[in-house]
Every structure is written in C-alpha cells, then in structure tokens.
C-alpha cells in the first residue's frame, strides 16, 4: 500500500492513520526513502529491482500484464502520482448555496434532466485543489518570508517585508490558479468587479447560457458558486445544454487526436450561414451527434435556393411601387394560392417562434427550411408566375393588373417576413437580401399597413420588429386543404410521367377522375392552375371516367389519375401497377391484422378502430381499381 503515490491508497491511508511515505522528488527521481535505489529514475529503479530480486533467488517468473497507466498528453510520459503541498477551497459552504438556486428554480436547465448531474455533482463535491504547476495561468498570490516561513496574501500590491519578522527575503509561489477557477468568475470579472460598473449592473445577472453537457461541473457549477458567493446572486438564469458533435469516425473531436474541424475552412468552403445553419440543425436534445460534412453541403443549396428566389421576386417585382407594397392587400383581392402561403407562413412562425422559446433550435429551422423550399419556392412562386408574366404578354386589364400586383405584394410580404425568422440563424444572407427590400420599399414604411411593409423602417433587420402571429396562428384551412388536394394531383401526374419516363417536354392529356362531388368541385376551381405546373394538352376533370385506350393511372383517397400513353410503354405500365398492387395489397394485410386482433380493437378508442375500418375500405376499393387495370392492360 503506498498512500503517497495513488489516489485509492490516498484515501486508504487516511482511513487507517497509515504514515505517507513520499518516494520521489519533483523532477520524478527517487529520494533519500529509497534506500539505495535514490538518485535514480522510476524506469531505472524497476529494473534495478528486478535485477536485485533475481540475484538474491526471489524472482520466480516474468510475464507481461496489461493494465491503465496515465500518461501526459502533451510528452507522452507516464504520469506519477506523488503527495505534495497544494492549495485547495473548501466547497461544502460554496455547493450548497448553488444547490439551492436550481432546486428552488432560481436557475433551470434545458433540458431538465441536466439539472441530476449539477446536483449529484455538488451533493458529492471534494474540496478542490486549485493550484497548478504550470507556466501560464493567474499566479497565485501568496509569498513566503524565508526567513520565518510566514505565509503573506497580497491581492492588489507585491509585499516588500514580512508582517511578522520584518524580513525582506520574500519569494512568491510559484503555483497558477487552476484555469476552472480563472473561468469561474468570468460572468463578473468581465464585466469590471470587483468595481461597481455600469456593465456589471446591467449585464449580472445573464440570461442564458450556452454549454456542452462535459463541462457542467467544471464551469457551470463553478461559476454558480463564484457568483452567488461574491455577486450575491445566480450568474444566468437558464442553461441550455447542447448535445456534443461527434467526429465523422466517432469519438469526440479534439485538437490533441487531430480529428477536430476548422470552422474556418467550414466557412471557406460553404459560408458562414451555411455552416450556421448545420449546427443548428445539429442542435437536437440528445447527449452527441454525429458530425456529417454532407449537411453543410445541404445548407448551402439551401443559402443558394434562398438567394435565387430573392432574385426572382425582386426581378419580377421592380414595377411595385412602395405606396402599393406599404398598403398591403384586402382579404376580398387575395387568390386561392395567395390564402395558402399566408397560412403556410403562419403556420411556419408559429412553430419556430414557439421552438425558439423552448430552445429547440433545430425544430425553428426544419420549420422555416420547409417552408421556404417547400412551400415558397416550390409552389408559390410557381403559381403565381402566370400572374406575373401577364405583363409579358400583354394581358393587362385592369381585373389581370390588380391580380398581378396583389401576387407581388405577398410574394415580398411573405419573403421578407421569412428574412426576418431566418436572421438569427443566418444572419449574412438575410441582411443582405432585406437591405435591397428595403432599399427599394423603406421610403414608405412609416406608418404602413403592410406590417412587412412597417418593419423596414429599421435601419437593419437586426433591430427590426420580429414577427408577430397573426390570429395566434390560425390556418386557412379551407385553402390549406384546396392546396393538398391540387398538390396530390399534380404529384400524381408528375409520378406517372416520371415513372413512365415520359420526356420533359411532351404533353399529354390528363385525365382527373372523382365521385366526390365536393372533390369535383375543389379541382374544378384549381383547373387554371393545375395546368400552369403540368405539360398538358388537356386537361379534364371528370365524374366518370372516359374511354382511352392507353392510360398510366394512379388512384388516390377515391380520386384516379389517368395519363394516356402510347401504346409503347404498355408494358412498363403493367410492371408499375404490379408494385402499386402489392404495396396496396401489403397495406391492407396490415390493417388486416390490426382490426382482426382482438386487443386492438377492445383497447382503442372507437374512433381509432373506425379510422382503420375506413382506411381498409378505401384500400380495397383503390386496389380493385387498379386490378381492373391491369386486367385492362392484359
């Protein structure tokens, strides 16, 4: 048992008043308590055991033996542990004041289950040796007479003589503070304590702060108690944990096993929104995640698709006067499309205002991600390019001319809110974007009804207003669900054409099919549209079908889609509703087994078990559909 040269034999020792025999001087050489072996290294020493063991008979075998030995990351050298004077801080009267703040909610953690490792942390906490034997770091502040010993603590000014003996032999300690004791008191030491500044009234306590999980009890707990011990109160009020990036191999990325990434050439490669944009969607509530180079390459696609779409509006919108933009558009003037993408946004800030606020900064993004691509650019500004092309070819009446102005006003509308959300993610892009908006909007923005209109007034989308919910988020549901239903027709047709390899630029006819009267009625009304997005001859939107040779079909919650075909891709038709076949055929297997098992069906709530009842019956009427089809096709 050595209780001076291991950390368990330490602990050992106390226990059973064992007397500390310390081996080993400073410099890892053996001291006078070695007998014969001082003077030499530790590595030498064992040999020089081992040899004198063999020479006196005791030396029975040799054989290797594997076993965890602590070695200095910076040398490579093996780590002795030896007993030494050090400084240290009581922590009992520091823990509990810091316990306190979180159990009484004082301080929170997001996520919540973090606030167990502070506390089993401080609950269990050791006084804390805080001297280092390093050459950087805040010195520590203790001289010694050596003439008396006298230990002297001087904060503001290096002492000249010793209190107590009047010597003037002093020398300094050369021990630094360890660098968890520099960093604990960085909330206030930054901010001009232990003076009473301006900065530090106004900016302790802090809002939140922003931490790994590995760091908890090395600088959250430790600033909790530098804090309350010295400013009288909690450092932060919230501690949002994020989850640890992973190197692309595994393991955790650090500079010392050159797996770690340079943000900097991140940036080079992708740009710095694009890198932000990564890391956020990183940000999910769990301990780490896996870093992945091709997510960077994702977001900057998707800085690229924003700026196009920039682009495009501002292009297609340079006869929008500001008068016209700040006055906004009346509910009575706004087409079917123009009621969904006001929804759709709604829809979109509400979830990532409310992520936001809950610290789920990659749910805000997936939101907003969304509904730029998907939404705006994907569909708005497709459907809407018939309005503003009007101008083009010389369609302008006065109905044509309002209808063209009021698609513009939500296109900007909608865009330059969409900036605003995005900002604190992609801050670059968006100001860049929103300043030429507001360049050529902002000189009517006092006042505006428009309220994207009233935002420019901000000299920078930094201080702009953030967006408000209108309605508390309330959809449109009436144009929500027009929208979903034009959106399956047309992913129905371009399916079929695709799976068809039907070239791009062919037309064909289109042949939409429904009982439903109300269905019918909804097509009817989006007909224009559906044939803006779709390469057709004709269209028709029918209660039964007609007679055609040669159709692709696809069916849908009782609404078939038919695309005739020459008679060549006849058989590649047949192999593709063979599969729809069996997918439909596995669906309603499964639904099968589920209402046929008796647990299910007496535990579930009734409407559960009749949502599944209709779903089977729906399912099946599809598939004699398609077998009908087929049987057609043969």
């Known amino acids: 048992v050595t209780p001076a040269h291991d950390p368990n034999d330490y602990e050992m020792g106390k226990r059973h008043d064992l007397e500390f025999i ?11 308590n070695a007998g014969k072996y001082a003077g030499l290294s530790v590595k030498d020493a064992r040999k020089r055991v081992v040899e004198d063991m063999d020479a006196a008979g005791l030396l029975e075998k040799i054989e290797p033996h594997a076993h965890a030995v602590g070695h200095c990351y910076r040398s490579g050298c093996v780590v002795e542990p030896f007993i030494s004077k050090q400084w240290f801080v009581k922590m009992r009267p520091l823990a509990d004041p810091a316990l306190a703040a979180v159990r009484e909610g004082r301080t929170n953690f ?9 506390n089993q942390w401080l609950d269990n906490v050791r006084d804390w040796c805080i001297s280092r034997q390093l050459w950087w770091g805040h010195r520590i502040p203790v001289w010694f007479c050596d003439d008396c010993g006298h230990e002297i603590c001087e904060i503001e000014n290096e002492p000249q003589q010793c209190p107590k003996c009047n010597g003037s032999h002093l020398t ?45 009890f090395f600088w959250v707990a430790r600033m909790m108690m530098m804090g309350i011990k010295f400013m009288g109160d909690v450092p932060f009020a919230e501690v949002y944990i994020t989850p640890l990036i992973m190197a692309e191999g595994g393991g955790k990325m650090s500079k010392s096993k050159g797996n770690a990434v340079d943000p900097l050439v991140l940036i080079a490669e992708h740009g710095a929104d694009a890198v932000r944009l990564s890391l956020c969607s990183h940000a999910a509530r769990t301990r780490t995640v896996n870093y992945s180079a ?45 009621r969904w ?22 749910a805000a993004l997936t939101a907003l991600y969304d509904f730029t691509w998907k939404q705006y650019c994907d569909w708005y500004v497709e459907l809407v390019k018939p309005r503003l092309y009007a101008a083009q070819k010389g369609e302008m ?59 420019l007034a901000a000299a920078s989308i930094m201080i702009a207003p953030w967006p408000q919910i209108v309605d508390a988020g309330a959809p449109d549901t009436e144009a929500d669900d ?3 239903l034009l959106q399956q027709a047309v992913y129905m047709v371009r399916n079929i054409r695709g799976e068809m390899n039907v070239p791009p630029g062919m037309k064909t006819d289109v042949e939409i099919v429904s009982a439903r009267a109300d269905r019918l009625g909804k097509l009817r009304s989006c007909e224009a549209l559906m044939t803006s997005l779709l390469n057709v ?23 078939t889609v038919r695309v005739p075909l020459p008679d060549e891709l006849r058989s590649a038709e047949s192999a593709r509703l063979g599969k729809e076949i069996a997918r439909i055929e596995g669906v309603i297997t499964g639904i099968g087994k589920k209402l046929g098992n008796e647990k299910f069906t007496a535990r579930a709530p009734a409407d559960v078990v009749e949502r599944e009842r209709t779903r089977l019956a729906t399912n099946q009427s599809d598939l004699e559909r398609l077998r009908a089809k087929r049987d057609e096709l043969a």
């Not at 310390?22 to 006078?32: G, K, R, V």
């Not at 993610?425 to 050529?440: L, M, V, Y």
């Open 110 to 118: 997001i996520p919540p289950n973090w606030d167990k490792t502070y």
């Open 22 to 32: 310390n081996i080993l001087h400073p410099d890892a050489t053996l001291n006078e």
């Open 341 to 362: 993408i006001r929804s759709q946004l709604n829809a979109a800030a509400a979830a990532a205002i409310d992520a936001h606020d809950r610290y789920e900064f990659d």
């Open 482 to 484: 027009d929208l979903a």
């Open 537 to 559: 001859t004709e269209l028709r939107i029918l209660d039964a079908p007609t007679e055609i040779k040669f159709a692709s079909t696809a069916v849908h919650e009782e609404m």
């Open 294 to 338: 091709k997510r960077f390459e994702a977001y900057r696609n998707f800085t690229n698709k924003l700026w196009n779409a920039a682009r495009f509006v501002l292009m297609n919108t340079e006869d929008l006067s500001p008068e016209d933009f700040a006055a906004g558009v009346e509910a009575s003037d706004l087409k079917l499309e123009d």
């Open 397 to 455: 009446d006065d109905e044509t001319r309002a209808s063209r102005t009021t698609a513009q006003v939500v296109l900007v509308s909608a865009l330059e809110t969409v900036l605003r959300l995005l900002h604190p993610i992609a801050p670059f892009i968006t100001e860049e974007i929103w300043q030429t908006i507001r360049e050529r909007y902002g000189s009517a923005s006092a006042g505006a009804a428009n309220p994207a209109s009233a935002s």
């Open 172 to 216: 300094q300690d050369p021990d630094v503070l360890d660098t968890w004791f520099s960093s604990a008191l960085w909330p206030f030491s930054t901010l001009g304590w232990p003076e009473q500044t301006p900065e530090l009234a106004k900016y302790y306590p802090t809002s939140v702060l922003v931490t790994a999980h590995d760091i908890i």
